[in-house]
Every structure is written in structure tokens, then in C-alpha cells.
């Protein structure tokens, strides 16, 4: 019933997801559905309870990809860029359930941003903060860099059924996963520089 009612949540929203509905993608009767969690409002709790534990070994990676300290900022970028499309691949409807429900507003997005959105963001973005102080990515208001990160996934992959449309040919899932991270990583990442070897970097001391 939890994976019927987030799949409804997703593709209608709250309001417009009624239990009649979340009870016929479940296929079972709406008296269960409300036997079990009383009322619509239980129902979206319980999701939402069910999506932070799904989503807090991932948190805790970001969290542990900052202690690296001794791996290049680069580095643990790409990682977290690569751990943020498997947690979306978890998931694939999490774009639309954030567009959705962030069209609608109030306490329900409140709540969806207090227990999802926050505490990802807490922990991914010290990485790109120190990212920047690098200069691995360029200056820019971070907030937006991490929403348009998270859009750029997340919708993507909701959407994945349109871009078939564009394809010259299909793709599968790991080589979709694989081509996500290298856009990310293309697009927000600056250009590594080249290391320069000893010769280039020795002072010349030929006398002319």
C-alpha cells in the first residue's frame, strides 16, 4: 500500500490522490487503506517516514565523504554525484513527487522538505561548498547549484520514458546511470588541469 500510495502521491499530488485511487493501484478495498492508516493524512506520514529511512545510508555517505579529507575534493564530487543517481534510481518517481507536491505547497511540502529535502542538503552541500573553495567548481550560489544538481537527475529519470522518444538507440540502466554521471560531472565540474611533470615546472638556468 506504501509503494501505491507514493506512486499516487507522485503522479497526482496530494490532494488530487484519493484513497479510492491509492486502494485501486493497490488492489485492495479503500476500507483496508483505511483500517490500517485512518485517514490520508497518516497515509502521507508513512510514506514520507518510509523515504528518509530509504535515503539515510545515502545521507551518511555524503556525511563520510566529507571526513575524507585526504581524498582529492574531486574525487569524493564524483562519488557523491554517483551516489546521489543510485539513490534516484531507488526511486525513480522522487521527481515527480517533488514536483507534485512542490506545486502545491503547505504543510505536506513542509514536511516533505523537512525530512527529505533538508538533511540531503545539509549533507551534500559542505562537499560543494569545499568544491568551490577549490575551485573544482566555479563560484555560483549553491543552493541553486544543488537544486539544479537534484533537477538534473531526478527528472531525468522521470522522464526517462520521453527521452526514448530522441534515443538512436536504447539504453540500459547502468549505461543510462553511467552517462548521468558523466554529464554531471562534464557540465558542473571545471576542467581538470593538466599536471605539469618536473621538466615543465624546473627553472630553466641556460645562459643565452
Not at 506512486?7 to 488530487?16: D, E, I, Q
Not at 533537477?151 to 520514458?161: D, G, P
Request: aromatic content about 10%.
Amino acid at each position: 500500500m506504501l509503494r501505491a500510495a507514493y506512486s499516487s502521491f507522485a503522479n497526482f499530488g496530494f490532494r488530487a490522490a484519493t484513497l479510492r485511487k491509492i486502494a485501486a493501484a493497490a488492489g485492495v478495498d479503500p476500507a483496508l487503506v483505511i483500517h490500517r492508516f485512518g485517514s490520508k493524512e497518516a497515509l502521507w506520514k508513512a510514506v514520507i517516514e518510509k523515504q528518509t529511512l530509504y535515503l539515510m545510508p545515502f545521507i551518511e555517505r555524503f556525511k563520510d565523504l566529507q571526513s575524507q579529507k585526504t581524498v582529492p575534493i574531486r574525487t569524493r564530487i564524483e562519488t557523491a554525484f554517483r551516489l546521489l543517481i543510485d539513490a534516484a534510481f531507488g526511486e525513480p518517481e522522487c521527481g515527480l513527487l517533488l514536483s507534485r507536491i512542490g506545486s502545491e505547497r503547505g504543510e505536506h511540502l513542509d514536511m516533505l522538505v523537512g525530512m527529505l529535502l533538508r538533511p540531503s542538503y545539509d549533507a551534500f552541500v559542505p562537499l560543494l561548498l569545499e568544491a568551490v573553495e577549490a575551485e573544482v567548481i566555479k563560484k555560483q550560489r549553491l543552493e541553486l547549484l544543488y537544486f539544479m544538481i537534484i533537477n538534473a537527475v531526478t527528472m531525468s529519470l522521470s522522464y526517462r520514458h520521453v527521452l526514448g522518444y530522441f534515443e538512436s538507440s536504447s539504453q540500459s540502466l547502468d549505461q543510462l546511470k553511467e552517462n548521468m554521471a558523466r554529464f554531471l560531472i562534464v557540465n558542473f565540474l571545471v576542467e581538470e588541469r593538466p599536471r605539469l611533470s618536473q621538466s615543465d615546472t624546473a627553472p630553466n638556468h641556460d645562459v643565452v
